[in-house]
């Protein structure tokens, strides 16, 4: 299997920019993704970065890829309280396998 | 329909007895997969089914999980003999070859055996 790696957790004030960071070890990912999950609920897809872009913008999110460190990040601009979550970045190494990383837990304190 | 669905999204059952949990992926979708978080910790994956293929069974923990996908469509993941640590949110996803390849995940079944 591959790993993926996150740090568990991040907390900032509401307003501030939250950087989520991921590392992963598989070179010949396709896509990587950003997962948000609520308390009690399901993964909902936030955003994907296929493996030849830099930087893609989603209004509030920005991913960034490193690819030659293997290094992903979510930027979240102004965060709000409703940003609190538990955020996964997750590798896809072809059609049938994703590794999911162990997640981060984001506490936006008012 | 929209999303992905699953049901039930909580089961409480005794151990040793046998529960099903069914999901119903986005229509068009053809890869179906099964994963496990217990709680406060990542995915587990359990299985992965694509199309008309034999399905991916790598992931699952014995052979009291098994899971099939009937007409391409709805699968149903069965727990035999459960046992307490089996307890954990039972998580589907489905995808296509579009929109990034990316997992849609149902909301999960929560399952608790006492």
């Known amino acids: 299997g591959e790993d993926v790696e996150q740090s568990l957790f991040l907390s900032v004030r509401e307003g501030d920019s939250s950087v989520i960071n991921c590392t992963y070890t598989?070179?010949?990912?396709?896509?990587l993704y950003w997962y948000k999950q609520e308390p009690g609920a399901g993964l909902q897809l936030l955003t994907y970065?296929?493996?030849?872009?830099d930087m893609k913008q989603d209004q509030r999110l920005t991913v960034l890829l490193n690819k030659k460190d293997k290094h992903l990040s979510l930027r979240i601009a102004d965060t709000q309280t409703g940003d609190s979550a538990i955020y996964f970045c997750?590798?896809?190494?072809?059609?049938?396998?994703?590794?999911f990383g162990s997640g981060t837990k984001l506490n936006v304190k008012p | 329909g929209a999303g992905v669905s699953q049901s039930p999204s909580n089961k409480v059952t005794e151990k040793g007895k046998d529960v099903e949990l069914r999901c119903d992926p986005i229509?068009?979708?053809?890869?179906l997969y099964w994963y496990r978080q217990s709680l406060g910790q990542g995915l587990e994956f359990l299985i992965y089914?694509?199309?008309?293929?034999?399905?991916?069974k790598s992931g699952l923990p014995s052979d009291r999980f098994s899971a099939e996908r009937t007409g391409g469509s709805v699968s149903t993941l069965t727990i035999q003999r459960t046992q307490q640590e089996d307890s954990a949110v039972y998580l589907c996803?489905?995808?296509?070859?579009?929109?990034?390849?990316?997992?849609?995940f149902g909301p999960g079944t929560r399952l608790l055996v006492l």
């Open positions: 996803a489905s995808s296509s070859l579009a929109g990034g390849q990316a997992q849609y």
């Open positions: 598989d070179s010949s990912s396709t896509y």
């Open positions: 970065i296929f493996s030849n872009m």
């Open positions: 997750a590798e896809r190494e072809n059609f049938n396998k994703f590794y």
């Open positions: 229509s068009g979708h053809t890869a």
């Open positions: 089914f694509q199309g008309n293929s034999a399905p991916d």
